[in-house]
């Protein structure tokens, strides 16, 4: 038998179909579309957060604010604080959210200071998980917490209980990025012996933070020295000096200058270059697809039964049932609430009655005193002026020429009045 030819593939444009320009076409629509980026900074107070996110983005995101003392600082409670700004570089928008922790360790008794983090960052997920459940989704925001710098001070002991409390908290909820403060208050060898000791402690608590994982099977040596530099050791500063006839960005001490992005005095480029330049959408991956994926699964487990699983009799739920299930709880739940409302007004009426009835008293009583005291003057005033009747009536009976010579005087002065009048 004679084989078959295959036909010969023609050279030519007749043989391009054209999906080798779906990455093009991704491109045009995620330029138009633009894209969503939310950093969350926490640490202590005075560890430079606000100086490396200005430094970061080459923007004035914090500006300069009055210092408060510790006075002004003390039995304050931490608060979650979120800063939207709209950033555009080369035709590509990126609306970044910028997530601040003030207060975060500032008390002696910092014990649960997490749980407002927890809380921020399971509300962006719920919302988001809500958004994703409506009919239209056409617009549906991401408000998802993507990465999480986590200041570490530069003490050069490791990492303090409330810093590994915190991460041991957080790691499967969003990607952590530990990060040194204030690396120019350390020497090259105290910095990499505190790095190593930060990744010992990190190990030994069983830390998930996030670590850049390779990009492609041919990253040059630079990429992979900058992803050993974790965790990053980093200076931040907004000052513009010159040195050597050339403009740079660094911090002026009597020794010399400490340059923000040399490599070899500081690990900012390598943060901003893995962060911005070429992490910055895994980052945004990881967070839908592995810690947004298991908050979703929790959530859709209590939906069906608890379990972790999606079991047969949860499936022969009728979803008009589970809705009027959840309609009855709500209307318990609201119930409840008004209540215990009803219960705090009451108590409320009660409590301003009795201040006003206090009030009424305390005012009656003082009236009474007051209007006794103006009978008691009353009655002196009226003894003075019997007393100063009769002795004017005794003056009078004992020297009548006085009043005689007071009569003419008096008369005398009523004669120059009138003239004057006329």
Known sequence: MAEETKPTPKKGLENYVGFANLPNQVFRKSVKKGFQFTLMVVGESGLGKSTLINSLFLTDIYTSSLYEDAAAKFGKTMTVNASTFELKEGGVRLQLT???????????????????????????????????????????????????????APTGHGLK?????????LHNKVNIVPVIAKADTLTGDECNRFKQQILKEIEDNQINIYRFPPLSDDESENDLA?????????????????????????????????????IEHCDFIALRNLLIRTHMQ???????????ENFRSERLSVLTGGGNSITSAALNINPMEQIER???????????????????????VKEKKKKLKDSETEFNRKFEVTMETLEKTKRELEEKRKRFEEERGQFDSTHPSSTLDNSRVNDKDKKKKAKGFF
């Open 282 to 292: 895994d980052l945004i991956d990881v967070t839908n697809d592995v810690h947004y």
């Open 226 to 262: 900058a992803l050993r530099r974790i965790p990053f050791a980093v200076v931040g500063s907004n000052t513009v000096l010159e040195v050597g006839g050339k403009k740079i960005r660094g911090r002026k001490y009597p020794w010399g200058i400490v340059e923000v992005e040399n």
């Open 326 to 348: 959840e309609r009855e709880d709500q209307e318990k739940k609201l119930k409840k609430m008004e209540q215990e409302m009803e219960q705090v007004f009451e108590m409320k």
């Open 98 to 152: 910028v997530v601040d922790t003030p207060g975060f360790g500032d008390n002696i008794d910092n014990t649960d200071c997490w749980n407002s983090v927890i809380q921020n960052i399971e509300a962006k997920f719920e919302d988001y998980l809500n958004a994703e459940s409506r009919v239209n989704r056409t617009t549906v925001q991401d408000t998802r917490v993507h990465c999480c710098l986590y200041f570490i």
């Open 161 to 169: 209980p409330l810093d590994v409390e915190f991460m041991k908290k």
